[in-house]
């Protein structure tokens, strides 16, 4: 749902979501709050108690969700998502949590944010990118789009995601390919050996090592 749905048309044509949508694994429908205005209405309005922006009004986002709500199963595993830097901060974990349901609904934030009544409403979970602001709520959406349509069984193969990073809590290993030798740096002999084994237990150790020095809270469970 979201006030530039153009921001999304190159997106889903492309790349591994592209080919998802393609192969109809994944769906996407982009939903414009200004198509939902009734005559003399508008999709935002400045904010009670003053102060500068303006705020996305409840009634059009609520029709959209009222009859998005009313077509589904009754069973839809759905969530609803609102874009917000009051969000928590998206990851993998969330990623693979959002991507074992049937459907995802993604508010998209613009200006001062969204009326708080539509989490009121509605059962929504507040997501962001971090701890910054950006313009509008599409490249958080995009973001999560991208993200979860690619845990969707069948998008790639399983192999692809066994070992990427935040696997096991762990940061993908380094990787190489040809030349063996540039400017004087060159790939670890290990991975020219053919020795499959020892390939394997030293993609591992460095794993954990750069997930030791780069990101070691993703480690702090196990000491």
């Given amino acids: ?3 530039f749905p153009e921001f999304f048309a190159p997106q889903i044509g492309l790349s591994v979501l592209g080919r998802a949508v393609e192969a109809g694994l994944v769906r996407i429908a ?12 508008r999709a ?3 904010p009670f108690g003053g102060g500068p922006g303006m705020v996305v009004r409840v009634p059009p986002l ?53 009326d708080e009544r539509v989490q009121q409403l509605y059962p929504c979970e507040a997501v962001s990118l971090g701890d910054f602001v950006l313009t509008g709520g599409e490249i958080v959406a995009m973001a999560i789009l991208d993200a979860t349509a690619r845990l969707r069984e ?6 692809s995601l066994d ?6 809590d762990l940061l993908e290993y380094p990787t190489y390919t040809r030349p063996a030798l540039y400017r004087g740096h060159a790939v670890p002999e290990v991975l020219l050996s053919g020795d499959h ?24 469970e196990e000491q």
Avoid: K
Avoid at 30 to 41: I, Q
Avoid at 65 to 76: G, K, V, W
Avoid at 198 to 219: G, K, M, N, V
């Fill in 44 to 46: 935002d309005a400045p």
């Fill in 62 to 114: 609520a029709r959209i969700l009222d009859r998005l709500i009313a077509a589904a199963p009754p069973d839809e595993r759905r969530l609803l998502i609102v874009t917000s830097p009051v969000g928590a901060r998206f990851d993998q974990t969330m990623a693979r949590r959002f991507a074992d349901h049937d459907r995802l609904v993604l508010l998209c934030g613009r200006y001062e944010g969204i």
């Fill in 197 to 220: 084994a020892a390939i394997a237990a030293w993609r591992r150790e460095q794993s954990r090592e750069r997930t030791r020095r780069l990101r070691p809270d993703l480690l702090a």
């Fill in 1 to 3: 749902m979201t006030l």
């Fill in 30 to 41: 982009t939903h414009n709050p200004l198509d939902e205005l009734e005559p003399g209405e």
């Fill in 154 to 159: 069948g998008t790639l193969r399983p192999a």
């Fill in 163 to 168: 070992e990427e990073s935040f696997t096991n």
